[in-house]
């Protein structure tokens, strides 16, 4: 199983989301928080913007998607400007389901 963390622009997570449950990924979880990138913000006149609002999109999926699911966000999320986001990638050993202590998605 594969987790990915996508940081995406609020405007394209219902977009990004929406694609991800056609595609037969439905599940995910979605966090409103505040970064930046390696630019540390911009400067607009006498003003620094030094974090700015993003979206963060947690979904676990089996391995044999994660390919589909990279290439959704990526063609879902981009505008081709700075801020776009970034995609992390990780391995995970184990899912339960709380209710019911079952193992495995």
């Keep these: 199983m594969k987790m990915i963390r ?5 405007d394209k997570t219902e977009e990004v989301a929406e694609s991800l449950a056609q595609a037969g990924m439905p599940s995910l979880t979605k966090m409103h928080v505040f970064g930046r990138g390696r630019t540390k913000g911009i400067r607009i006149g006498d003003v620094v913007y030094d ?3 993003k979206t963060l999109l947690l979904l676990v999926i089996e391995d044999y998607k994660l390919e589909e699911a990279v290439s959704l966000i990526l063609e879902k999320a981009k505008t081709g ?3 776009d986001g970034k995609i992390f990638v990780t391995e995970v050993e184990e899912a339960y389901t709380v209710s019911s202590g079952t193992k495995g998605l």
Excluded: L, Y
């Design 6 to 10: 996508a940081i995406v622009r609020p």
């Design 51 to 53: 974090e700015f609002p």
């Design 81 to 83: 400007t700075m801020g």
